[in-house]
Nanobody, 124 residues
Framework: QVQLIESGGGLVQTGDSLRLSCAAS?????????MGWFRQAPGKERAFVAA????????YYADSAKGRFIISRDNAKNTVYLQMNSLKPEDTAVYYC????????????????WGQGTQVTVSS
């Protein structure tokens, strides 16, 4: 019933930008929902990238994302975005959006709903 659908991934070159979107549907309440982005590279565990709270739009970033990525959301649409700038080959991964009731958290295990992921590949 609840679906999170990511979009916006693709193949880009070092230094390029991408904007990922994640639309949630089927949520039984308007909120509050915290939303976040995680990524998983081959052979690696799923890692936190960024998260944003429902109230106040407080944002949190992994060190690897600070200064380059911007997370934002549209609560009315239950949609979260990830603007990725100055992309590097090490950003190559499948990017997943996630949602959870209540307060924001950076731990993947605390998120209730997950999308299927969108591939981001950054070439040298």
């Amino acid at each position: 019933q609840v679906q999170l659908i990511e979009s916006g991934g693709g193949l880009v070159q070092t230094g390029d930008s991408l904007r990922l979107s994640c639309a949630a549907s089927g949520l039984r309440t308007f909120g509050p929902w915290a939303m976040g982005w995680f990524r998983q590279a081959p052979g690696k565990e799923r890692a936190f990238v960024a998260a944003i709270s429902w109230i106040g739009g407080n944002t949190y970033y992994a060190d690897s994302a600070k200064g380059r990525f911007i997370i934002s959301r549209d609560n009315a649409k239950n949609t979260v975005y990830l603007q990725m700038n100055s992309l590097k080959p090490e950003d190559t991964a499948v990017y997943y959006c996630a949602a959870k009731p209540g307060p924001v958290n950076v731990g993947a295990a605390t998120y209730t709903y997950w999308g299927q992921g969108t591939q981001v590949t950054v070439s040298s």
